[in-house]
């Protein structure tokens, strides 16, 4: 043929290209190739990373805090997290901290891998059911084990140093408590 081919496995060609060739009813292997259209990392033979969706784990309600987990990649992978909130770019990082504004909203979590040799591969997760309110959170500094209101019950307070407490009983104790949340 005199050019360049490039040999590949369905899944990394573009969505695009992938519809048009499927569209074809291909029988054989596919082959793209030409010298206009073979890129450098495909005649270097450019691998296509393994994946699965990724999952949210955390408690969906104000003040928590939300963990992508990337699922299974090909070993080595770096990953780069994006957060959104009905769709709109929310933060990045493998943790978001949900505040007032996620409040009714669904989340998501866009995973994009990258490696050395490898086609870079975004994922997305599965949205969330909408974050729910915060409790309420007390005004002022609370003491760890200090006695609270039955007013506070289910409150959140933070101490001088920013530890979050609860205002709650426990299994051994049936007095409300400022404790560890």
């Known amino acids: 043929l005199g050019a360049p081919l490039y040999v590949t496995d369905s899944s990394c060609v573009p969505a695009a290209v992938r519809s048009s060739i499927i569209a ?12 206009a259209t073979v890129s450098d990392a495909a005649a270097a033979n450019v691998g296509c990373l393994a994946s699965s969706v990724p999952t949210i784990s955390g408690t969906l309600e104000v003040g928590e805090t939300l963990t992508a987990n990337p699922g299974v990649w090909t070993a080595g992978t770096a990953f780069s997290y994006q957060w959104f909130a009905n769709g709109v770019a929310a933060g990045t990082g493998q943790t978001l901290t949900l505040t007032s504004a996620h409040q009714g909203k669904r989340m998501t979590v866009g995973v994009t891998g990258s490696l050395a040799g490898y086609v870079s591969l975004a994922r997305t997760s599965a949205a969330t059911a909408a974050v729910k309110a915060g409790p309420p959170r007390y005004p002022d500094y609370v003491t760890p084990g200090a006695f609270c209101a039955q007013a506070y019950a289910g409150w959140i307070g933070y101490t001088v140093t920013g530890v979050k407490m609860r205002c709650t009983t426990s299994a051994t104790d049936s007095r409300l408590r400022w404790r560890a949340a």
């Open 24 to 35: 074809l009813s291909p029988t054989k292997q596919v082959v793209l190739g030409g010298v």
